[in-house]
């Protein structure tokens, strides 16, 4: 599934660390098939970003990895961060300039519409968010899609249901996604990207990256030693025919998931090319 969601994601325009399926092996014995995924921080040096944070709990920053020596440009950032919940009384046209001049908001709502799309259950503190050094705006990395199609998110249910139960977010565990859901304007907006969201996402990407995925286990899993060895990891053989019972019972649910949220936003208009 985490396979899965990279591949999806990039094909949203959602940059994804480098990530691979493998082999493992130790002292020269197979234990079992891996998903190889790089570190952040490492994809980050990629894209020479100057700076980059792990999203923590309570708008927090939980790591910063930092590549500039500038103690200001440090500063900076920082305080470009937490300006995205620092918004007081904005409102509407005001509170959308000022979301857009602190990262790119677009590229977030698509984030925050996929893991919609898919029930991610805990994805508020999975945030990664860099800085572009052209644009010197903050944009998303995808990371850690292990804990899919659930039926409600780890957290932020209560806020959800309690007070914006109809809105189209999966969690509001995080103040900016509240604010995004609470002001009708910028929700509007978001709304838009969802539904270009699921245009990209559909049944013809749904069909072909499941099967990216199960190729390349099907592959690894003609090895029968790479399946008995994750015994270690899983504690049962790997199987190729309950992994495709698996993946394409999800690509299933996500179709028909899909439909129905099309139906809700069919009065939303796209902006045309």
Known sequence: RNRWSYLTMSQLGIFPPYNSYCTLF?????????????KPQSASATLKSPYMIRRGEQNGID???????????IKHYRRQFRSLYDV???KANALYAHLRNVLNINEYFTW?????????????DELFLYINPDTKLFEVMAWDYDDILKEYPHEGKRARNS???????????????MTIAADEFVYSKYLISLKEVLQKVDSTVLAT???TVLD????LSNDPLNCKATMYLDR??????????DINRCMKYLRNRRTIILDGLRHIQLPKN
């Open 63 to 73: 790591n910063e990895y930092v590549r500039t020596s500038s103690k200001e440009e």
């Open 216 to 219: 390349e286990l099907e592959i």
């Open 112 to 124: 925050v519409g996929f893991n919609y799309l898919i029930k991610n259950g805990d994805y508020a």
């Open 163 to 177: 007070m914006l139960r109809n809105k189209m977010l999966f969690s509001l565990e995080d103040d900016l996604d």
């Open 209 to 211: 990256t499941a099967q």
């Open 236 to 245: 049962d053989q790997f199987n190729i025919e309950n992994a495709s019972f």
């Open 88 to 90: 007081n009384s904005m």
């Open 26 to 38: 130790i002292n020269d014995e197979p234990k079992g098939i891996y998903l190889l995924v790089e």
